[in-house]
């Protein structure tokens, strides 16, 4: 059973800093690339950063130079490490993982975790 499970959201004042985990089961986390989304209350998601399954890394310009992801392949796991928070950082964090093998396309969500960045 394929599971994507995140934590480490919460309540974090501005200019502080968290780090989301997001525990991957159910199939082969090397394979996969790993992507971190986020919805704001009341708006779309917004695309935050990936990982692919080659190690390199990508950053919404929102988050650029605050927000680092990483992954560890022997644990299954990505990582979000978020610095410098802001209001405008306040939503759910979704972690993707997704793998094309051909014409099929394997694509997979978290339940979220949920980011408040308020004084």
């Known amino acids: 059973q394929v599971q994507l499970v995140e934590s480490g959201g919460g309540l974090v004042q501005p200019g502080g800093s968290l780090r989301l985990s997001c525990a991957a089961s159910?199939?082969?986390?090397?394979?996969?690339?790993m992507t971190w989304v986020r919805q704001a209350p009341g708006k779309g998601l917004e695309w935050v950063s990936v990982i692919t399954r080659g190690g390199a890394t990508h950053y919404g310009s929102s988050v650029y130079g605050r927000f680092t992801v990483s992954s560890d392949n022997a644990k299954n796991m990505v990582y979000l490490q978020m610095n410098n928070l802001k209001p405008e950082d306040t939503a759910v964090y979704y972690c993707n993982a997704d793998y094309q093998d051909g014409l099929e396309l394997y694509d997979y969500w978290g339940q979220g975790t949920r980011v408040t960045v308020s004084s």
């Open positions: 159910g199939f082969t986390f090397s394979s996969y690339t």
